[in-house]
Nanobody, 122 residues
Framework: VQLVESGGGLVQPGGSLRLSCAAS????????IGWFRQAPGKEREGVGC????????YYTESVKGRFTISSDNAKNTAYLQMDSLKPEDTAVYYC????????????????WGQGTQVTVSS
């Protein structure tokens, strides 16, 4: 199983970025993809998750209304669309995979990508 994130970068406050998580060795139809982030000096926290198995998507409170998670099963790729970015969104963003269902717990996910840096700064 391999997860490869891309799309990070430097963006001004209020701007947008779209992160991609390309998966191989698993099919998104039978997997949940979680997005996490880790800021310097802080613990890794959940951002949200999508599960095609039960049709659920959830977001942590701080990103609701600004971030959108989606997936393209034909491309076996999940996305994290981030709008109205704030400096406090600066972090390394990771995608992670688990069988079928979402969870906010990191230990639920057995496969992780390498992470991509997102920096929100003027």
């Amino acid at each position: 199983v391999q997860l490869v994130e891309s799309g990070g970068g430097l963006v001004q406050p209020g701007g947008s970025l779209r992160l991609s998580c390309a998966a191989s060795g698993i099919t998104l139809d039978h997997s949940a993809i979680g997005w996490f982030r880790q800021a310097p000096g802080k613990e890794r926290e959940g951002v949200g998750c999508i599960s095609r198995s039960d049709g659920t998507t959830y977001y942590t409170e701080s990103v609701k209304g600004r971030f959108t998670i989606s997936s393209d099963n034909a491309k076996n790729t999940a996305y994290l669309q981030m709008d109205s970015l704030k400096p406090e969104d600066t972090a390394v963003y990771y995608c992670a995979a688990a069988p079928y269902y979402c969870s906010s717990f990191r230990n639920h996910y057995g496969h992780w990508g390498q992470g991509t840096q997102v920096t929100v700064s003027s």
